[in-house]
């Protein structure tokens, strides 16, 4: 079966600050979206890869990746958007679809591997998690409300693993913008199934996180 990878990268990063697309800021001397494209490259099952790009830097993204065999296309408005945008330039050989953020720029590849596992023994969707650590509470404005049982609560990760028909009928379904491609498979009434997620799988987001992936990145060396 081929397994193809879809990367948004396409987004502003405005919570990292003034500054590069946040694919494009760099991490120890290489860009977010190389680390990302150099981990799934790492994952044996990996086939075609196609980046969704800032499109003010469609062309940058494709000299950056040059070496790594790469489909670039202009992403969209909203992560949503570019994901479908890189759904529709996959060829018709492709069986099972990941969607990887190219701000889970270290993620390591036996997390692909582990997704793609699960969906050749018959998943229909699968979703890297891990447990909520923190205790959680809801709040309406400053005063708290509750305290939520976090026993059953995870954090979903990346990549998120989709036999192609159900991930294309997902995308194709109009609705409310969805902030991962699981929840728009959970609208279809379909199961998505888990598998155990990576401390290493955070999302780049805030100037602080930066940091812990520069002391990441020292630990693997
Ligand atoms: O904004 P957020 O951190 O949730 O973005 C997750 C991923 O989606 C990032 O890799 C980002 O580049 C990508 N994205 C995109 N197109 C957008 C917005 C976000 O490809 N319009």
Sequence with gaps: MTVAVLVPA???????????????????????????????????????????????????????????????????????????????VLGPDVDLVLVHDAARALTPPAVVEAVVAALRAGADAVVPVLPVTDTVKRVDGDRVRVTVDRSDLRVAQTPQGFRREVLAAAHAQAGPAATDDAALVERLGLTVDTVPGSEEAFKVTRPFDLLMAEAVLRGRD
């Design 10 to 88: 396409a987004g502003r990063g405005e919570r990292l600050g003034p500054g590069a697309p946040k694919a494009l800021r760099e991490l120890a001397g290489e860009t977010l979206l190389v680390h990302a494209v150099r981990g799934l490259r790492g994952a044996p099952s990996v086939g075609p890869i196609v980046v969704a790009a800032p499109p003010s830097e469609v062309g940058q993204v494709e000299q950056l990746l040059a070496a790594y065999d790469v489909t670039v296309v202009r992403g969209g408005p909203e992560r949503q958007d570019s994901v479908r945008l890189a759904l529709a």
